[in-house]
């Protein structure tokens, strides 16, 4: 734990200096993701300083007591403080200890989720729908939140896209491995032939970024409004209440268009933009820690193969951990708790190993 400890504190005085430096302000990203990380590990060091100075006041005192040419004062005095010392010693302990166990700080964080239709045309639009579907169903089972943000639906039935926010106790925690590609084979509602065909969604999970993760310059947005259309391009809205966020440095684009408010549509695309912008940071992140990622469970890679859902045989097998289950219809109405459990103690086990 010490070492631990003292590794904090090395990276904490570093990133000190690196953001006392004028050239780092004008670099908005970088700047942005190294205050995030001093905040994030600023509570461990302050207590492991307090740990540190209080350890060292003991010690002190101890030597004292046994000092033969002490004042008679002095030793009454080291007498009451050092068991009161060593009371709040053990408190900053476990405190500690508490701190390093926090198995991801961000555990508890809310979520925005984003499926697409991948490949397999109409049928894939299907799938990525009977995947929002699963989620929200899952979502219910742990008394989450849902909340839609944008989507954008197909005459089959499906989704092309659609992007929602998960907000509860452990949502990111239970939901951060299931982005990767979903893979589905079945005979399509289309297919007169009566051939299994396969098909494809991605799922990306994301933190939902709060203001203080990303902070977004009003100059470097543009906003262009225009009216809602639904499936086939129809108007369903009279008014240019749909908005289109442009964040010019990285070319981020998010639209939204779900709500009859132009208000609410600007609330939830800025939500969905922040959301991205952190992402973006922390898979560039991720890129750059290439032999880290070949330990962890897959690669985080939002193109790689992560499940298969068989409904001709009822059975949906997760590829990372090698989890069957023959019970397809439990988890499309939101059972997937066997994946995930088995994905967490896969995760606590290399962690364990390091």
């Known amino acids: 734990m010490i070492d631990k400890l003292n590794q ?3 990276r904490y005085a570093e990133l000190e200096q690196m953001l006392a430096d004028p050239k780092l302000i004008s670099d908005k990203g970088e700047y942005q993701k190294l205050a995030k990380e001093f905040s994030d590990i600023g509570e461990p060091v302050k207590k492991y300083r307090e740990f540190k100075a209080l350890s ?6 101890e030597h004292l007591s046994k000092s033969k040419d002490a004042d008679s004062d002095l030793l009454a005095l080291s007498k009451e403080e050092i068991p009161r010392l060593k009371t709040k010693i053990a408190s900053l302990e476990k405190e500690l200890e508490e701190l390093l166990r926090e198995e991801d700080k961000d555990e508890n964080r809310d979520v925005i989720i984003e499926i697409r239709a991948g490949t397999g045309g109409d049928e894939a639009s299907i799938f990525a729908g009977d995947l929002f579907r699963m989620y929200t169903k899952y979502a219910a089972n742990h008394n989450w939140q849902v909340e839609a943000i944008q989507s954008h639906s197909t005459e089959a039935g499906g989704f092309k896209e659609a992007i929602f926010s998960v907000r509860g106790p452990q949502a990111y925690k239970r939901l951060k491995f299931e982005s990767g590609v979903h893979r589905v084979q079945r005979v399509p509602v289309t297919e007169a032939s009566g051939r299994i065909h396969t098909s494809t969604a991605t799922v990306a999970v994301m933190r939902e970024a709060q203001e203080v993760d990303v902070v977004i310059d009003p100059k470097e947005i543009k906003i262009d409004v225009f009216r809602s259309s639904g499936p086939g391009g129809q108007s369903v809205n009279t008014t240019d209440s749909a908005v289109r ?9 998010v639209t939204c268009q779900d709500e009859r408010s132009q208000l609410k549509n600007k609330s939830k695309a ?7 912008i952190l992402d973006k940071m922390q898979q560039e992140e991720l890129a750059k820690m290439s032999q880290e990622r070949k330990s ?4 985080g890679d939002r193109s790689e193969k992560i499940r298969t859902y068989n409904f001709p045989d009822r059975r949906v097998t997760d590829h990372r951990v090698g989890v069957t289950v023959h019970q397809l219809e439990a988890v499309m109405e939101g059972g997937i708790d066997e994946f995930v459990d088995a994905l967490l103690a896969e995760e606590a086990k290399r962690k364990s190993a390091k």
């Open 56 to 61: 060292r006041e003991l010690a002190e005192l």
């Open 296 to 299: 962890q469970i897959g690669t």
């Open 8 to 10: 904090l504190e090395v």
């Open 270 to 276: 800025l939500r969905v933009l922040r959301t991205r």
């Open 245 to 253: 966020i442009t964040h010019l440095p990285t070319g981020t684009v």
